[in-house]
C-alpha cells in the first residue's frame, strides 16, 4: 500500500446468532441419526461442494442448460448442512471461528494485504 493511503475501516459482516444454531444442528444430527466421524463429515462437506460446483460449471458452459435455481439453493443449503455437522464433530464453534477470521481478513484488507480496494 502506498504511503499516506487510507483504508476505509469496515464492519465485517456479523454472524452473532450462528452458535445456536449450530447447536440446533447438533442436537438433531444426533438424534436423527446419532454420532458420526468428522471424517466421515468432511467427506460429505467434499461431495455436496463438488455437487454445487459441477452445478455452476453446467452453467457457466450453457446458460441455458436447464440448471435451475432450486436444485443450486439445495445443493447450497446441502453445503451448509454438512459444514455445521462437520464443525459440530470437530468441536469448532463456527461462531467463533468465523468472527475470528473475518477480524484477521479485515485487518489484512486494511494493511493493503488483500488486493486492490474497490474504489466507491
Given at each position: 500500500m502506498k504511503e499516506g493511503t487510507q483504508v476505509e475501516t469496515l464492519v465485517p459482516p456479523q454472524v452473532?446468532?450462528?452458535a445456536p444454531t449450530?447447536?440446533?444442528?447438533?442436537?438433531y444430527q444426533l438424534r436423527a441419526f446419532g454420532q458420526r466421524s468428522?471424517?466421515?463429515f468432511?467427506?460429505?462437506l467434499a461431495g455436496e461442494c463438488g455437487e454445487l460446483a459441477n452445478l455452476e460449471k453446467k452453467l457457466w458452459r450453457d446458460p441455458e442448460c436447464g440448471v435451475d435455481a432450486q436444485h443450486i439453493a439445495d445443493e447450497a443449503a446441502d453445503v451448509f448442512i454438512a459444514l455445521m455437522n462437520y464443525c459440530n464433530a470437530r468441536g469448532?464453534?463456527?461462531e467463533t471461528a468465523v468472527r475470528s477470521k473475518l477480524e484477521r481478513i479485515e485487518e489484512r484488507r486494511r494493511q493493503g494485504r488483500m488486493g486492490p480496494t474497490p474504489r466507491a
Amino acid at each position: 500500500m502506498k504511503e499516506g493511503t487510507q483504508v476505509e475501516t469496515l464492519v465485517p459482516p456479523q454472524v452473532q446468532g450462528l452458535a445456536p444454531t449450530q447447536q440446533s444442528f447438533l442436537d438433531y444430527q444426533l438424534r436423527a441419526f446419532g454420532q458420526r466421524s468428522a471424517s466421515f463429515f468432511a467427506l460429505e462437506l467434499a461431495g455436496e461442494c463438488g455437487e454445487l460446483a459441477n452445478l455452476e460449471k453446467k452453467l457457466w458452459r450453457d446458460p441455458e442448460c436447464g440448471v435451475d435455481a432450486q436444485h443450486i439453493a439445495d445443493e447450497a443449503a446441502d453445503v451448509f448442512i454438512a459444514l455445521m455437522n462437520y464443525c459440530n464433530a470437530r468441536g469448532i464453534g463456527l461462531e467463533t471461528a468465523v468472527r475470528s477470521k473475518l477480524e484477521r481478513i479485515e485487518e489484512r484488507r486494511r494493511q493493503g494485504r488483500m488486493g486492490p480496494t474497490p474504489r466507491a
